[in-house]
């Protein structure tokens, strides 16, 4: 079950490209800035509606820390694609993202990350860079394209492990979400500020950010939050690959984009290490191993 619900989680990020299209709008990063301002507001809503803030002053500092990387993660990432494109950015900062929150959670938390993940993982991240260049002609090399896209993998893997870390101890998942999407919105407020949001002005563009705000973002991170409360933060974001995944067959589907035999094969790639991840060997046959010492 955390599993699934972390996989619905990258079923829901995944349409964000989509629905952007869809909406036919011209500024990246104000509709990065609006969707976490929307998201963070029905969260801390939410959150105050169900009584769940209760106990969190204690966790200021770790969540100003989480929504740090939540901000980190949005503005690196579309300032990176704007610098070296979609493929390059895609693939440098989604593909990093689960090998840096697990070296993190390693050093932070002491967990063994083992050689299922790390099989699973590069499995998956091959797939996604497959998939990725298949997808795309847009690959373009630029050394701050790279950093910014490597700053965004590592700022969803600081905000990964914090929130693992305030649920381990027992605060409660809308509440981190709230706490984290919240702050995470108040220091994007200067970006707002600055940004074009003269799309906003239609009705697709106020559709567009209400969609991304609440689901792709509020319903899709407590859904995370409460599969991350009983899997590790790196397994976790190894199954956020997903996204990629669902961002293609969307693209196919939805925007009639072609996807040649090379992204074919990635996408096969990708399920097959989010399958060797999260499908667990029958009980059968694992008490069978530990009898004959397997």
Do not use: C, N
């Not at 999260?278 to 059968?284: D, E, F, G, T």
């Amino acid at each position: 079950m955390p599993r699934l619900q972390i996989l619905l989680a990258a079923v829901l990020f995944g349409t964000t490209g989509t629905a952007q299209a869809l909406a036919a709008t011209d500024s990246p990063v104000g509709v990065g800035a609006a969707r976490i301002a929307v998201g963070g507001a029905a969260l801390l809503l939410l959150a105050y509606a169900a009584g769940r803030l209760a106990g969190l002053r204690p966790a200021l500092p770790l969540l100003l820390v989480g929504g740090l990387g939540v901000a980190l993660y949005q503005l690196s990432f579309f300032a990176a694609v704007d610098r070296t494109g979609v493929t390059v950015g895609t693939v440098v900062a989604i593909g990093f993202a689960p090998v840096a929150t697990g070296i993190l959670e390693r050093a932070v938390e002491r967990r063994r990350l083992g050689t299922r993940w790390a099989a699973a993982t590069a499995l998956a991240i091959v797939g996604v860079v497959v998939l990725t260049v298949g997808s795309g002609s847009d690959a373009s090399l630029s050394p701050a394209g790279v950093g910014l896209a490597l700053a965004a993998g590592g700022g969803y893997a600081v905000y990964t492990v914090i929130a693992k870390r305030l649920l381990r101890t027992g605060h409660d998942a809308i509440g981190v979400m709230a706490g984290s999407f919240g702050a995470a919105a108040a220091l994007l407020v200067p970006v707002l500020a600055f940004a074009d949001l003269g799309w906003l002005a239609r009705p697709s563009g106020v559709a567009l950010a209400l969609y991304l705000g609440l689901l792709p973002t509020a319903l899709a991170y407590v859904l995370f939050a409460r599969g991350l409360r009983r899997i590790s933060a790196a397994e976790a974001t190894t199954i956020v690959l997903a996204e990629p995944l669902t961002a293609a067959l969307l693209g196919a589907l939805v925007l009639e984009e072609r996807l040649g035999g090379a992204a074919a094969l990635g996408a096969l790639l990708v399920v097959g290490g989010l399958l060797a991840l999260v499908l667990r060997a029958p009980a059968r046959f694992r008490v069978a191993r530990v009898a004959t010492g397997a």
